[in-house]
């Protein structure tokens, strides 16, 4: 426990918060119990509210300037915020602004505005138990669904029986990023204004529009990959779309198609998966390489956009950065932020900060770690498709 000096002013009344109450069917309970409003004129003089014995599960919201919130706990902030920060061995000094990026990229500087702070119950194993629901909402569920050339986002499943790509023309695949959906995605090629660019590819594909539903959280890449491929014909010819973490599924479809006459996947890309913790992707990877090399599916074209393809730092270690990030953006389509997605994303965020969850017990999460034998092998040296 420590004490926190905020500079600023304590509310006269903590306002209701989106977020209270009994959610995610009891397996968390949230209450907002305290919040401050920022002030630079007090920041400079030294003015300012002490919140005395903070716990360091204390669960918190800091919202930015433009609206932006992120999610933490009083020990991750800690950790986060700058030696200067410290004011003795009992109080920390929250400051007025707070560094974001590395090194590598350039550091920026965004300005507080608001803090605060929950009280949060969980239920054992909550995070993980919440992630599995969040999954549960996808709708249409995990499948290969055809787009219908519709005024909104209709995916019809296949009819029993029915070939998935019955002309000759190429297929449109989408593949959507972590968290989401189809939809969530790529929904905004539905909407009046982009009718027309979605009868123009409707009409070069031949109504080949297609989309892969799949789970994020539960499942890696490389299972999504295997799930993907079972359910594609021989030699289809595929032209990739695919948004953030869609990425990583796509690059492993391209691997069937190795220059020089390579494997897919050869004994060394199946050692850096040789442990008794990796043993579902490694039978995964192993039938994946067999099924590409037998059904030779085709990637002609690949749009990739904002791919984890060499991991990503906001999963290595921080999802409370990754995940926060994720429900600032499902909260700026209203659609999504009325669904019951953005509730699940919003509780499953709270319980992952509250228990620090680490991301090895996600594996669609821990595959986009920059350290993940996944990226290892997508990376690998000398390989080319």
């Not at 003795?88 to 560094?99: D, Y």
């Not at 989408?174 to 204004?193: D, K, N, Y």
Request: aromatic share 6%; proline share 7%.
């Amino acid at each position: 426990m420590q004490n926190l000096r905020i500079p600023g002013q304590r509310e006269s009344r903590v306002a209701p918060h989106e977020l209270e109450g009994k959610r995610a069917g009891g397996l968390l309970t949230v209450k907002a119990v305290d919040a401050f409003r920022l002030d630079l004129t007090r920041a400079a003089v030294g003015e300012g509210v002490t919140l005395k014995g903070l716990a360091d599960d204390a669960l918190m919201e800091l919202e930015l300037e433009g609206g932006l919130r992120l999610w933490t706990t009083a020990a991750q902030l800690r950790e986060d915020l700058p030696p200067q920060a410290e004011r003795g061995e009992e109080e920390l000094l929250l400051p007025t602004e707070l560094p974001f990026g590395t090194p590598s990229r350039g550091f920026g500087r965004w300005a507080l505005k608001a803090l605060r702070i929950f009280h949060v119950e969980l239920a054992e194993e909550a995070a993980v138990a919440i992630a599995a629901k969040l999954e549960d909402q996808l709708q249409p569920g995990p499948g290969l669904y055809r787009c219908a050339y519709a005024d909104r986002c209709e995916l019809r499943p296949l009819a029993s029986g029915e070939a998935p790509f019955a002309n000759d023309a190429p297929v449109l695949l989408f593949l959507h990023g972590t968290a989401s959906s189809t939809e969530g995605s790529f929904g905004g090629l539905w909407e009046r204004p982009q009718l027309p660019v979605l009868k123009a590819l409707n009409d070069y594909y031949r109504g080949n529009l297609f989309a892969y539903q799949h789970r994020t959280l539960s499942q890696s890449p490389v299972e999504n990959a295997l799930e993907l491929v079972r359910l594609l014909p021989k030699g289809a010819r595929l032209h990739l779309v695919s948004h953030s973490r869609g990425g990583m599924i796509g690059e492993l479809l391209c691997r069937g198609a190795l220059a020089e006459g390579r494997l897919p996947f050869d004994d060394e890309d199946l050692a850096r998966f040789d442990h008794p913790d990796r043993a579902r992707d490694l039978a995964a990877l192993r039938e994946l390489g067999e099924l590409l090399k037998s059904k030779g599916p085709r990637v002609e074209r690949f749009v990739r956009v904002a791919c984890p393809a060499r991991g990503t730092t906001l999963a290595s270690k921080r999802l409370d950065r990754y995940l926060s990030i994720i429900l600032n953006a499902l909260g700026l389509v209203p659609a999504l932020k009325a669904s019951a997605v953005y509730d699940l994303t919003s509780d499953f965020l709270l319980a992952m900060v509250k228990t620090r969850t680490q991301p090895e017990e996600l594996p669609g999460l821990e595959a986009m770690m920059p350290e993940s034998p996944l990226v290892a092998v997508l990376n690998r040296p000398g390989v080319k498709s």
